[in-house]
């Protein structure tokens, strides 16, 4: 069974730090990834969806890398700002035959000015 | 303006009472979800749809049933919630299932506070 994994839970740093984000999956056998943004007491907006035979995705300052063989992704923010504070899940896709989705249980980030 | 839309937006209801939450695009999107969202378990999705008539289990589907009549609606009924429904729910939408690449792109609606009692 598909596991995804986020860690650390919640992550802390000062303005202008360049950070990553982490998520890990147990079966390498992925169809996509994608990472999003939930804002409190908000939905989510996607970030950036990488396929299966991709490496990395990149939007702006955000860029995401996948190892689909190490079972898993990063999500790097470049130059930090306080509007990045908020909590970024990766979801996992098995097939494209299934619209079937994994979360993690994200990241909740507070960039601090 | 592009969105999904849900309601309503916050509910408290009572055990056993039949309910129905409301969700509604207006993207011609296929593919439409709901997820449940809960403290320490994060997002977990309950039902999934293709396209109008064609739905699919999630990871979560117990005590809860869909339909996909027309392609802009899917709603989420409870025929007898319970307190461990208790939750934040979210539907999804996005314009292909199967296309690959932007197409799957998921747009979230702005969520459900459910209380059951």
């Known amino acids: 069974k598909q596991e995804v994994t986020q860690i650390p839970a919640a992550l802390s740093v000062p303005e202008g730090e360049n950070l990553v984000l982490n998520c890990s999956f147990t079966?390498?056998?992925?169809?996509?990834l994608q990472w999003f943004r939930q804002d409190p007491g908000k939905g989510l907006t996607s970030l950036l969806l990488?396929?299966?035979?991709?490496r990395e995705q990149t939007s702006g300052r955000l860029n995401a890398s996948l190892d689909k063989s190490s079972g898993r992704s990063t999500l790097y923010i470049a130059a930090s700002q306080p509007g990045d504070s908020a909590t970024y899940l990766c979801a996992v896709r098995r097939s494209s035959n299934t619209g079937k989705l994994i979360f993690g249980q994200g990241t909740t980030l507070q960039v601090k000015p | 303006e592009a969105q999904v839309t849900q309601n309503p937006r916050y509910l408290i209801t009572v055990t056993g009472k039949k309910l129905t939450v409301t969700c509604s695009q207006n993207m011609n999107h296929e593919y439409m979800s709901w997820y449940r969202q809960d403290p320490g378990l994060g997002l977990r999705q309950i039902y999934y749809s293709m396209n109008v008539e064609v739905t699919d289990k999630g990871d979560v589907p117990e005590g809860y049933k869909v339909s996909r009549k027309e392609k802009r609606n899917f709603p989420l009924i409870l025929e007898s919630p319970s307190p461990n429904q208790t939750s934040l729910y979210f539907c999804?939408?996005?314009?292909?299932?199967?296309?690959?690449?932007?197409?799957?792109?998921?747009?979230f609606g702005p969520g459900t506070r459910l209380l059951v009692l």
């Open positions: 999804a939408s996005s314009p292909s299932g199967l296309a690959g690449g932007y197409q799957e792109t998921q747009y």
């Open positions: 079966d390498s056998a992925i169809y996509n």
């Open positions: 990488i396929q299966s035979s991709q």
